[in-house]
């Protein structure tokens, strides 16, 4: 899987992807997430290629660049990943989206942005059943639980967290400052 360089994830690196343009401290910028027979991959663009370009993007988040500052932690992605997980939950098109589907479930159990509910068994087999915690109306969201050998998880966990930089040096590290720090991302 080419995953190119992810160096700058969770902020944009010094210029457009697409353009090249250069980024300017508090404008915009898109992170498009493409989904090719190849694998994941990921880009930061500016609004112009994002409105080019968007269209063929699996998921899309909203940011604004942030001024460097080494001594912050790098932002985690957990609500890009939320947006993928929407996509991927509301798609299930082929088996290998259920499997990046569940694990990115899984990964947002630990991040405890999904709660994990009782399991269950349907005709297909078993479901992880899950729901946002901050959701108001409790929507519940059933994933097919895949088979996936412990190889093939472990290879498509370490490809989300490279996308979406949830893991490496002081990752854990990072998370609990997060609390204390104002989320780098603004909604769209
Ligand atoms: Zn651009």
Redesign the pocket.
């Known amino acids: 899987m080419t995953l190119g360089n992810w160096d700058h994830v969770g902020r944009p690196g010094a210029s ?6 250069t980024f300017v401290e508090l404008d915009d910028f898109y992170s498009l997430l493409f989904m090719g027979s190849d694998g994941l991959s990921r880009k930061e ?2 609004p ?2 994002y409105e080019r370009t968007a269209d063929e993007a699996f998921a899309f988040w909203k940011s604004t660049v942030q001024p460097p500052d080494a001594s912050r932690p790098r932002p985690l992605d957990v609500n890009f990943l939320v947006e993928f997980f929407e996509r991927l939950n509301a798609k299930k098109d082929d088996e290998r989206q259920l499997q990046i589907c569940y694990i990115v479930a899984l990964i947002l159990i630990r991040k405890k942005t999904l709660i994990q509910l009782p399991s269950a068994r349907n005709e297909n087999g078993e479901v992880l059943r899950v729901r946002f915690k901050q959701d108001a109306d409790e929507t519940v969201h059933e994933i097919p639980v895949p088979e996936l050998t412990a190889d093939k998880m472990e290879l498509i966990r370490d490809d989300l967290g490279r996308i979406f930089n949830l893991q490496g040096a002081g990752g854990d590290k990072a998370e609990a400052q997060k609390s204390s720090t104002p989320p780098e991302s603004t909604e769209s």
Do not use: K, N
Not at 16 to 21: L, N
């Open positions: 457009c992807d697409g353009c090249e343009a663009v500016c112009d290629c």
